[in-house]
């Protein structure tokens, strides 16, 4: 586990409506908004510098350079540029929002990207990525657990690595995500092999008298081999 960070940040309006959104046509929205100014916004709450190298060292740690990896969802392309840095090639983007895309896109280190929802079935292949890297999606008002877990377990050959990140806010665990995380481990689906606590910021935002109401934002970062 590692030292809670000391800074309290204000969270700001494009992620604040992010974090509210209702739907995924909302949240696509919310992200398309947001592309631009995305980057410049998570290194506020140092998710690039204190979370994204923390996703790509553990997946350079458990998976072969030469691995083809699924990033999803790739957003703007923080974790395929980290993913990039430690010499992984093959690197597959997904996401549900076409700006966030363009951005990852710009990057350069992407095979291929494309347009999804994880709220549906993947249209991929059963046992094809050495792993899938899931990185901040799992928090409040984003995608939930079931189905998307289950088919990154699915898409994952046996002996590959499911690598993604659980934002616990205000001690809330993600919607279902730890009960289908242990029934897929009773399924013999998977095995869980590392879960660290990566960031824990206090965020600020004003209540409706104008007070500050403060909230915790706890990221753990989990890995579980596929089994099979
Ligand atoms: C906070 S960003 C994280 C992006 C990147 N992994 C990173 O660490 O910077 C969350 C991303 O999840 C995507 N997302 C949220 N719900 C989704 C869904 N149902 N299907 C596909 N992508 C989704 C959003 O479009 C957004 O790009």
Known sequence: MTEPTDRAELLDDPSMRVLAAKDANELRAAYDDWSATYNDAVAEVKWDTDGVPRVAELTAKLVDKDGRILDAPCGTGLVGLALARHGFGRIEGVDLSPKMLERADETGVYQSTRILNFEDPLPIDSDIYDAVTSAAMYMPGHCPADPSLRE?????????????????????????????????????????????????????????????????????????????
Do not use: K
């Open 152 to 228: 990154f377990a699915r898409v994952t050959r046996p002996g590959g690595h499911v690598i993604f990140t659980h934002t616990v806010y205000d001690e809330v665990p993600h919607p279902g995500l730890n009960e289908l995380s242990a029934e897929l481990e009773r399924e013999g689906m998977w095995r869980l092999v590392s879960n660290d606590l990566i960031q824990e910021i206090p965020l600020y935002e004003e209540g409706e008298s104008g007070e500050q109401v403060e909230h915790m934002w706890a990221c753990h970062l989990l890995a579980y081999q596929r089994l099979g």
